[in-house]
T-cell receptor
């Protein structure tokens, strides 16, 4: 079975500071990894995803994530936080032998002016 | 395209009542799913469908039924509402039902309260 762990349910950063949101996964087969963002009172939207190929993946709004197989991690980063980045972020995993996505519990990002 | 639409946006039920949450997509997506979102628990899969006429259970299916008679629609039925079903419900769809590499598109959610 697959699972996702997001360390830190709440993260606060100053505007302009580095954003680092952590995601570790568990999977017995090669995973597909996703980061989604949820703004208040909205549905989730895709930030970026890793399926195959280059392990450093760039997404929308300046975010990127690196798939590290040896560490079973897929941490999300952004060099400089903006006020508009305040939202809830979810890491998710799927595999090609199943039909389900598995989501982490989410990390709420607060950006301090 | 309207994308994924959900109705209603808000609903209050009494314990024991039944209701159907509607979900529709206009992108001709094969895969559709229902999640519930609860504080501190993230999104948990209730049911999913890999195509018209095919449905399967997710992580938390008890108390819910689904059907998929058309590609576009995937309603979620609460058979006898319980306070434990108070949650925000999201419908999502993605293009194919094979290898799950496709982006999921989420609806705006239905906020359900069961008294």
């Amino acid at each position: 079975a697959q699972s996702v762990t997001q360390l830190g349910s709440h993260v606060s950063v100053s505007e302009g500071a580095l954003v680092l949101l952590r995601c570790n996964y568990s999977s017995s087969v090669p995973p597909y990894l996703f980061w989604y963002v949820q703004y208040p009172n909205q549905g989730l939207q895709l930030l970026l995803k890793y399926t195959t190929g280059a392990t450093l993946v760039k997404g929308i709004n300046g975010f990127e994530a690196e798939f590290k197989k040896s560490e079973t991690s897929f941490h999300l980063t952004k060099p400089s936080a903006h006020m508009s980045d305040a939202a809830e972020y979810f890491c998710a995993v799927s595999v090609n032998t199943g039909n389900q996505f598995y989501f982490g519990t989410g990390t709420s990002l607060t950006v301090i002016p | 395209n309207a994308g994924v639409t959900q109705t209603p946006k808000f609903q209050v039920l009494k314990t024991g009542q039944s209701m159907t949450l509607q979900c529709a997509q206009d992108m001709n997506h094969e895969y559709m799913s229902w999640y519930r979102q609860d504080p501190g628990m993230g999104l948990r899969l209730i049911h999913y469908s890999v195509g018209a006429g095919i449905t399967d259970q997710g992580e938390v299916p008890n108390g819910y039924n689904v059907s998929r008679s058309t590609t576009e629609d995937f309603p979620l039925r609460l058979l006898s509402a319980a306070p434990s079903q108070t949650s925000v419900y999201f419908c999502a769809s993605s293009r194919t039902s094979g290898a799950l590499t496709d982006t999921q598109y989420f609806g705006p959610g239905t906020r359900l309260t069961v008294l």
